[in-house]
């Protein structure tokens, strides 16, 4: 049985385009490989911003740890415990400001956690501890940052591969929907370009 779990961040609601394709992603995966999805919508229930409760809280023994880090810690657990569960998850981005959202940044401050997802070797060397599993990450952006003028900007796809692969998901297929922003003609081809990339990651996965 697939366990699935389905991460949107895009502050525009219903609007968004990484929703929408994340979620047809994750949708059409349990419908071909059957399972289980759980979804997190990171803009519904917003993780806080990490603060003292939390970094004091992760190195404090458990019995040691006030009420407020211990909230701050268990959702961080929480958090975690959703990712080693799924054999693969479908991540969903906007991009705000040439980055991911505040909302998606913070779900990373709270699983990039030293000795739990990520560790490190005899010699120094990080070490992702979350392995084995799938990652389908759809990106969206009004400009064009694939290719051309605009990739040394993206601070959006790059981030968040480093991100996953320095926990240890290292399997990461992208689905990009960029430049909709010039207009209703090219909206148009960049969510046709998207449906394809999806179909063709459904075909694949099936
Ligand atoms: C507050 C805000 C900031 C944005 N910043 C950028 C940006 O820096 N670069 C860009 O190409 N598009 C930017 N956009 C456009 C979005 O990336 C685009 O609408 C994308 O589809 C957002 O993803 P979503 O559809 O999943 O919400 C911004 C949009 C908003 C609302």
Same mark, same amino acid.
């Given at each position: 049985m697939t366990s699935i779990l389905l991460v949107t961040s895009s502050?525009?609601?219903?609007?968004g385009l990484s929703t929408r394709f994340a979620t047809e992603i994750a949708e059409g995966l349990k419908v071909r490989l059957g399972g289980t999805l759980l979804t997190r919508d990171l803009t519904v229930n917003p993780p806080p911003h990490i603060a003292q409760a939390y970094i004091g809280g992760r190195v404090a023994a458990p019995e040691a740890r006030t009420p407020e880090q211990a909230k701050a810690v268990g959702l961080a657990q929480e958090l975690v415990d959703e990712v080693k569960a799924a054999d693969v998850i479908v991540l969903g981005s906007g991009m705000i400001n040439f980055g991911p959202s505040s909302q998606l940044k913070a779900w990373f401050d709270h699983i990039t #956690?030293?000795?739990?997802?990520f560790g490190y070797s005899a010699a120094g060397k990080p070490q992702g501890l979350l392995t084995g599993k799938k990652v389908y990450l759809v990106t969206a952006a009004g400009?064009?940052?694939?290719?051309?003028? #605009?990739a040394a900007f993206d601070f959006q796809t790059g981030y968040l591969r480093h991100l996953l692969g320095f926990i240890g998901l290292t399997d990461v297929e992208v689905v990009r929907v960029e430049?909709?922003?010039?207009?209703p003609e090219a909206a148009k081809a960049a969510i046709a370009a998207a449906e394809v990339q999806v179909r063709a990651v459904l075909e694949q996965a099936a």
């Open positions: 502050p525009r609601g219903p609007e #956690w030293p000795g739990v997802t400009g064009v940052f694939s290719e051309g003028d #605009w430049g909709t922003v010039f207009g």
